[in-house]
């Protein structure tokens, strides 16, 4: 009877400790799935060699939500980055060169219409001339970037 009753007290004790480690884990199983644009694989946002994930970064993470979104600071340093590293192939205005317009309702991939999706494809790269930005940008930056985008009028 003793023994029983021990080991009922150790498969409770084992419960608990279980479901108190799985809540602690809760919140990165709500995080974001990043997927490839180009073939909906996962895409690793481990940060690259020397990157560290900021603040902001880490809420996208788990959120999909962009922090910098309408902050004056945040869209001018996206306007930088942009004009340093977009506008070549999206036009000064995001009004699409060479490369689709980011200002009309025509998308080359339809996930880009939230802030996830247009990390993916910055980030992770698409087709024709959109490289990956992995590495050539933070992923703070990026989320600049996408600020910036954002902000930007249609035409």
Do not use: W
Request: aromatic letters at 8%; proline letters at 5%; glycine letters at 10%.
């Amino acid at each position: 009877m003793l023994n029983q009753l021990r080991s009922a007290r150790v498969r409770t004790l084992f419960l608990l400790a279980t479901g108190v480690m799985f809540l602690s884990f809760a919140p990165s199983l709500a995080a974001i799935e990043f997927k490839n644009a180009l073939d909906g694989s996962p895409l690793d946002v481990a940060p690259a060699d020397g990157e560290t994930l900021t603040e902001a970064v880490k809420a996208f993470h788990e959120t999909g939500s962009n922090p910098y979104d309408g902050g004056d600071a945040a869209l001018a340093q996206g306007k930088k980055l942009f004009d340093e590293n977009c506008q070549v192939c999206h036009g000064k205005v995001g009004e699409g060169r060479m490369c689709p317009s980011l200002v009309d309702d025509n998308y080359a991939y339809p996930r880009v219409t939230s802030d996830v999706g247009m990390f993916e494809v910055i980030y992770g790269g698409a087709t024709g001339a959109m490289r990956a930005y992995k590495g050539r940008l933070t992923q703070d930056q990026i989320l600049h970037v996408i600020a910036y985008i954002r902000s930007l009028e249609p035409q």
